[in-house]
């Protein structure tokens, strides 16, 4: 059921005014904001929450997605993208290091999208992506596998 906020917010599109000037109005040309309708106000419509409810038909989650196409099939290469269950991401399992997307994005790929502040910042990652500034055109991304060692064994050491 929606409700309706009673409190009239300004409204973003137009700054409030009613009017909006984008790039096509020029040299003191402007339109009606399509937002407010000219109001300059905006009122909200919500559904409180309760629960999370469930989302059918999915069976995995991924705690990012760097740009891959990812599905969810029979064929064992589909499933090799890491990620958890729907149901243990359900029931609050945190993603833990080895979920990352391994097969197909190196420590720093993953991590500039998961979580920024965990992404390595090795001299390595900067040679490799001098020229290219494209996590899969660098020198070392062949041999990704190495990089995710050496980021595990940084963890081990508590670095």
């Known amino acids: 059921m929606k409700k309706t906020h009673q409190i009239q917010e300004v409204c973003t599109s137009c700054n409030g005014t009613g009017l909006y ?3 096509t109005e020029m040299d003191g040309a402007a339109i009606v904001c399509a937002s407010c309708k000219g109001t300059g106000y905006r009122v909200h419509e919500y559904t ?3 629960k999370r409810e469930l ?3 999915v069976k995995r989650v991924y705690q990012v ?3 891959i196409v990812i599905r969810e099939g ?5 499933n090799q993208c890491g990620g958890m269950s729907y149901q243990d991401w359900r029931n609050g399992r945190e993603f833990d290091r080895g979920m990352e997307m391994r097969k197909f994005t190196c420590p720093a790929w993953w991590y500039q999208c998961a979580n920024y502040k965990k992404q390595p910042a090795w001299k390595r990652c900067d040679e490799g992506r001098k020229t290219c500034m ?3 055109k660098c ?3 062949h041999v990704k596998h190495e990089c995710w060692a050496k980021f ?3 963890a081990e050491d508590g670095q």
């Open 21 to 23: 000037v984008g790039m």
């Open 48 to 50: 409180p929450f309760k």
């Open 55 to 57: 989302r059918p038909n």
């Open 65 to 67: 997605n760097p740009g």
């Open 74 to 78: 029979e064929d064992l290469r589909l």
């Open 134 to 136: 494209t996590f899969s």
């Open 139 to 141: 020198k070392f991304f």
């Open 152 to 154: 595990d064994a940084s």
